[in-house]
Structure formats: C-alpha cells, structure tokens
C-alpha cells in the first residue's frame, strides 16, 4: 500500500479536531479488536472529516485510504469491492495511504519511524500523543514498537561493539497491545527482536488470538 515512509510535509490534526469525538473513540476501540466492519466505519468517518477539513484534507483522505484497505483485508466485503474498483480505475498505481503496507501480497508491512501524533489521530489511541516511536513488522502478525533512544554505547577501542538501547514491546497487526507482554527494557533490537523476548510474545498473541 501506498508510502515508503510517512507522507512527507502532512499536516496532522489533534484528535480535538475530529467531529464527534465520541464516535472516534468508539470506533478506535472496535478497529483495535479487529472489527473490519468498524475499520469500514472509520473509513467512512475520515471521508466525512476531509469533506469538511481545508487543512488536513490530505490527512483525512490518506487515513480513509488507509482504514478502508485494513477493512478489505480484514473481510470486509464493502472495502474489498472498493479496492477491486479503485485497482482498476488506477492501474499499474498504488493506493496513497499512511503507513508503509505491501499492498501486493495484502499483508502489513511496517518499518518506519513515526510520531504519536500521528498514530493517535489516526486512531490507534494506546500511543502517546507526544512521544516518537519506531515500527517493525517481523513475523505472524508481530510488530515491534521502540520508544525514544535511551542510552548509547560507543564502541570498543577497535571501533566496533556499539550499542544503541531503547525500550521495547510489541503489539499485534491493529497495533494493540498484547495483555501479559512486559515491556523490555533498555535493550537491543537484536534483543528484542529474536531470542526468548520475541517468543514469549508469539506465544501470549496466539492466547489472546485464542480468546
């Protein structure tokens, strides 16, 4: 889907912004639970918003795009048939969006930085507001999120061995947190990335998959 990296330049509005600010929230919340009728529903309430928005027009347009695609490959049968429609009126073309997606094999794919702002407006309410995060996709539905950088290690008298630490966690594919998961704390992202870190949080993802 759409972006290599976050839409250079994009005027993000503060959730305040956002008409019915009740009907945000509630649609944030099922979208989170993978509710692809909710993720059509959020589409539609972004589409409304850049009606009615001169400023973040683009924003509202690039989000819609954005939960309208997580929709169609979440089964949702209205979302699939608009991106059938959109394919073929646009071909050889890639659907703007928000954040990196492979909108060939319909599956995410996200490694990007991004500001919490961003994440937050865009309806993902567990972030920060204010705080910077990174975003991996690795593997069955994880991704890991990093927060600010919180100590460095130079390298040895070689010039070798440096170590950058920060904070780690991951989410599932709605960028949810996963109940059980601790974060890891100062760490490398090889640390947090393989290893018995990475397993604890397949095994507590396919529990809550579970139900």
Known sequence: ????????????????????????????????????????????????????????????????????YRAAINGNKEAEKWIDTWKREHPGERLPSILAENYVTLEDRYNCPVWGGLLYALGFTEFDQHAEYYLYTLCQGLVLVSGKLIEYNGPD???????????????????????????????????????????????????????
């Open 157 to 211: 008298s070689d010039g070798f061995g440096a170590e950058w630490l920060y904070d780690y966690w991951y989410v599932d594919e709605n960028l949810t947190k996963i109940p059980g998961l601790e974060t890891l704390k100062k760490a490398t992202f090889s640390e947090a990335s393989y290893g018995e870190y990475r397993e604890r949080a397949l095994q507590l993802l396919k529990k809550k998959q579970s139900g």
């Open 1 to 68: 889907m759409g972006q290599t990296f976050l839409q250079a330049n994009l005027k993000t509005p503060y959730p305040r912004f956002h008409l019915d600010q009740n009907e945000f929230i509630r649609l944030s919340e099922k979208c989170a639970k993978g509710d692809a009728q909710a993720m059509g529903e959020m589409a539609d309430y972004f589409l409304r918003m850049e009606k009615l928005s001169k400023i973040f027009k683009d924003f509202y347009s690039l989000a819609s795009n954005f939960w309208r």
